[in-house]
């Protein structure tokens, strides 16, 4: 009965390589986010799919791009990763005239090394 | 300066203590002040949200919001050790889909 899950929950790979987290929520939400959440705690927004289309697109590198098959579904593709990327990254759903109201899912801990 | 402040603690207080959370910020667009509790190893979720200025009360949870000073707080009362976990603060300006912005989050911990 999880409302909002992600894969995987641990990731570690090397510098230079491609890597992809998976979300996915049962909430019946119609909009998604994607954000990165560093060692010092600050949660910040990466991107926002409202009913498969992309509403928010903050300042990120072109390497992270995110794509929404479905309204219950948002990955993140990351390309060429670098050692700054090491953090959580949350997965998070609401309905869209309630975004104050997230759902976030349990993270994915990413260490690039 | 952070568009949220909120000071990261740690804050360590004995259980059935009141606790007081505090977040400053500076957009005066803000309309919607959230707190949000997150475990160690856990997503957020959120515990109190409040629309303009105002108290909230849930159960032991109180949430005031402040927009002349630009301060928002929540208060515990009758702390408990399950209430150990960090709390963040977030705002965001409209009710519609929107980036909420966050603060860095306290630490609290409450002592058996």
């Known amino acids: 009965d999880t409302a909002v899950s992600q894969t995987p929950k641990y990731l570690v790979t090397q510098m230079g390589n491609d890597k992809s987290i998976k979300c996915e929520q049962n909430l019946g939400h119609d909009t998604m986010y994607w954000y990165k959440q560093d060692s010092k705690k600050f949660l910040k927004i990466m991107f926002s799919?409202?009913?498969?289309?992309?509403?928010i697109n903050e300042t990120v590198p072109n390497r992270f791009s995110p794509k929404s098959p479905d309204k219950a579904h948002l990955n993140l593709h990351i390309n060429s990763l670098e050692l700054g990327d090491s953090a959580v990254y949350f997965c998070?759903?609401?309905?869209?005239?309630?975004?104050?109201?997230?759902?976030f899912g349990p993270g994915t801990r990413l260490t690039v090394t | 300066q952070k568009e949220v402040e909120q000071d990261p603690g740690p804050l360590s207080v004995p259980e059935g203590a009141i606790v007081s959370l505090n977040c400053t910020y500076s957009n005066s667009a803000f309309q919607y002040f959230m707190w949000y509790r997150q475990y160690s190893r856990k997503g957020p979720e959120l515990l109190m949200y409040t629309y303009s200025s105002g108290n909230k009360e849930d159960g032991r949870f109180t949430a005031q919001v402040d927009k002349s000073s630009k301060y928002i707080s929540l208060f515990i009362r009758d702390s408990q050790p399950s209430d150990s976990a960090t709390y963040l603060c977030?705002?965001?300006?409209?009710?519609?889909?929107?980036?909420?912005?966050f603060g860095q989050g306290t630490r609290l911990t409450i002592n058996p």
């Open positions: 799919y409202n009913n498969k289309e992309l509403i």
């Open positions: 977030a705002m965001g300006e409209i009710q519609g889909a929107q980036k909420l912005v």
């Open positions: 998070a759903s609401s309905h869209g005239d309630r975004s104050y109201e997230q759902y």
